[in-house]
């Protein structure tokens, strides 16, 4: 009350000067505002100093997260439960438990444009000429755009690359050799677009040289170059060492299939695992490998006609005129279900044992594989062995799905391939990479004569399964010396099936290998 009074007494007096008072009161009123003003830029000036500091604060912690967080949520009980704070435990102790990744160096080096690639063919062809781009590319100091899938082929499969291989890994894993992007530069990509790429297939089983001194100077004049045709474009022998290394690196290391694979893989080789060893059988009959070949044994007419228009449906598909007979005759037609039986059991396979069938489905269905199914009874599918669930997003993608059958096959106990198609071969050469896993390699050209002879009577079972299983002794995926013949690429081993210069024998091998070698 006092003070109240003393204001209005000292306004009293003020109003009492005058004119006077009226300076007196605007001096005074001038002094309260700046006063006031003064008082406001200090509260925005510590207001301003605090906001930075809590934002560093915040930075910093953010910073040291991975450090700090698990120590704070332990010391907060009242925010977290116990099973929260047990969770938080367990996940620390994983992430000490896992070391963390290191990458290879990047590899520094003039680039001398970019190599766009169209792969073409199933999963298996595609892989092998990624492999071949990646080291192609490598030795051209250009950079190479992440390679697309074929979408137009049989299968028609629309699978992007990172739909099927773990494509960060692909590209981090490989750094230190060859600079790989998921895409062209925005300048370099508008370029593309308005149509300034230069398109070209190059010639099959190539040098290395040719494209040293065909491609190079192309990219180099047009930036971009894309090959749009990539099964078979590098010779199998005769390659600088560096470069076959290279591709093995790519097949057996940065070719990895993506999580989702992987983890179904990994659950139908456990699934067969728990019901003891198991032969993975690439039963390639197929209606789309029969029209192909016209290889019609065991066809009834109907079936004929229909592989016959299939056939003729593809005009890519070269050959339309075909002798099935002759053909089968030359060992250049896939084994029959029934042939393959009669091929098992004379190699006194154990008809116990579990044969998952890596395949399509085949033609002609049960009727065709009856007598398979009698002779072995524990035939599995991963269509049998997963829920349709599991599969549910593999549908109508037949390259995932081949993926899954890679997998099972580079896991089983026994590969046996009925035909040398591209899965055959480089499941092949992924099994010798992996220690000469057993891999039985089948004459057909000599076991269709065998079987047309037992029958046909002239041959008894004992003197049949002798036969073929003398034939066989040393087709069991033996390392072996890659057969080279000049100019004549497409009739000698495939790189990919015998990669003898990525493979690692052990001692008593290098010296059997030595020994034949004088002999």
Known sequence: MCKVEKERRGVMGIRGLGGGGDKLKNSLLQT?????????????????????????????????????????????????????????????????????????????????????????????????????????????NVTLVVPELDKTSFWADPSEFQDIFDVDHFITSLRDEVRILKELPPRVKRRVELGMVYTMPPVSWSDISYYHNQILPLIQKYKVVHLNKTDARLANNGQPWEIQKLRCRVNFSALRFTSQIEELGRRVINLLRANGPFLVLHLRYEMDMLAFSGC?????????????????????????????????????CPLTPEETALTL????????????????????????????????????????????????????????????????????????????????????????????????????????????????????????????????????????????????PKEEDYFYANPEECLQLSDDEQLSDGLLSSM
Not at 42 to 69: E, F, H
Not at 94 to 103: D, G, Q, T
Not at 345 to 354: R, V
Request: charged letters at 25%.
């Open 32 to 140: 309260t505002s700046s006063s006031s003003s003064r008082s406001r830029m200090k509260l925005w000036m510590i207001r301003a100093t605090t906001s930075v500091l809590l934002w560093t604060c915040v930075v910093q912690l953010t910073a040291l997260g991975d450090m700090w967080g698990p120590r704070v949520l332990k010391g907060w009980p009242s925010c977290f439960s116990q099973e929260s704070a047990v969770a938080s435990s367990v996940l620390q102790d994983r992430m000490i438990s896992v070391p963390a990744r290191v990458l290879p160096p990047k590899r520094v080096y003039k680039n001398n444009g970019y190599l766009m690639v169209s792969c073409n063919g199933g999963l298996n062809q595609m892989r092998a000429a990624i492999c071949d781009m990646v080291a192609i590319a490598r030795y051209l």
């Open 296 to 332: 019609t044994q065991g066809c009834n007419v109907e079936e004929v006609e229909e592989l016959t228009r299939m056939r003729y449906a593809y005009p890519w598909w070269k050959e339309k005129i075909i002798n099935s007979d002759l053909k089968r005759k030359d060992g250049l």
């Open 345 to 488: 059991s004379a190699l006194e396979i154990d008809p116990n044992i579990q044969i998952y069938i890596a395949a399509g489905e085949i033609y002609g269905g049960e009727r065709r594989m009856a007598s398979l199914a009698k002779a072995f009874p524990k035939l599995v599918r991963k269509e049998t062995l997963l829920e349709p669930s599991d599969l549910r997003f593999f549908q109508n993608h037949s390259s995932q799905m081949a993926a899954l059958d890679y997998l099972v096959s580079l896991e089983s106990d026994i590969f046996v391939p009925t035909y040398d198609g591209n899965m055959a071969k480089v499941v092949e050469g992924h099994r010798r990479f992996l220690g000469f896993k057993k891999t039985i390699l089948l004459d057909r050209r000599l076991l269709v004569d065998l079987i047309d002879q037992y029958n046909g009577g002239e041959l008894n079972w004992d003197e049949f399964s002798s036969a073929v299983k003398e034939a066989h002794a040393e087709r069991m995926g033996n390392p072996t010396k890659r057969l080279m013949i000049q100019d004549r």
